[in-house]
């Protein structure tokens, strides 16, 4: 019955999945800004891109 007392009463199993909890929104919240990120490049690249196109397109003629 001791035991079993002590099991109900200890806080370190909550506490681990606390830290767990923790780092699971951690890393969420680094691939959500890491696909934003990306997202952002991605669309940098093809505006930079379609104007160097036109710009040479330009200077060809």
């Known amino acids: ?3 079993i007392r002590k099991l109900l009463s200890s806080e ?3 506490t681990a999945i606390e ?3 923790i780092a699971a929104f951690v890393a969420l919240a680094i691939f959500v800004g890491a696909q934003m ?3 952002g490049l991605n669309r940098m690249f093809q505006v930079i891109g379609t104007q160097m196109n036109e710009a040479a ?3 060809e003629n």
């Open 37 to 39: 990120a990306g997202n």
């Open 12 to 14: 370190s199993g909550a």
């Open 1 to 3: 019955m001791n035991k």
């Open 19 to 21: 830290y767990g909890l």
């Open 57 to 59: 397109t330009e200077a």
